[in-house]
């Protein structure tokens, strides 16, 4: 991340000593400790301007994906708008919302979709970090948390 604004202000002592404790607890600069800690505020309030804050690139695609769960009968249908080695981006259509429980975050489901070279299904399991209800659907940003070796081999050979 760029770093071309400077930012001053004062505090009181307790708060300065405090800051500098926990800056050194976790062997950071005391500016890099308070930016880490207005970035996460800004994060949580969903108010911090696109900055990229993933590991790995996501890629953007239109793959259909089927969305399994345990402890569901039905098999759920959805859409992988863009994806990363890291997680997807996932459209569930409002027609199939009642194949799903994935409703917040912590959600636990299995996704498993063909990508165009590839012969042979890929399945990764994953974990639901954010449910935004949207005019078409639910969008889910979901996590990895597991997959096969060979699915992650060929999500791999696919996104370079």
């Known amino acids: 991340m760029k770093k071309d604004k400077l930012i001053c202000f004062r505090t009181n002592k307790k708060l300065h000593e405090s800051l500098v404790q926990i800056s050194d607890a ?12 207005l970035i996460q505020y800004l994060t949580n309030q969903k108010t911090f301007p696109g900055v990229e804050m993933r590991k ?50 912590g959600a636990k489901f299995d996704i498993v979709f063909d990508l ?17 209800d949207a005019e078409e659907g639910i969008i889910v940003g979901a996590a990895f948390v597991d997959a096969e070796f060979n699915s992650y081999k060929s999500l791999q050979t696919h996104l370079m």
Do not use: Y
């Open 26 to 37: 976790d062997r950071r600069s005391l500016s890099s400790m308070i930016e880490m800690i």
């Open 56 to 105: 790995h690139p996501r890629k953007p695609v239109s793959i259909p994906t089927f969305i399994n769960q345990q402890g569901l009968e039905k098999i759920g249908k959805g859409s992988i708008m863009d994806i990363s080695l890291g997680g997807a981006r996932i459209l569930i259509p409002r027609d199939c919302e009642k194949d799903v429980a994935i409703h917040s975050m």
């Open 116 to 132: 165009s070279n590839e012969n042979n299904p890929i399945k990764m399991t994953c974990e639901s970090k954010r449910v935004v």
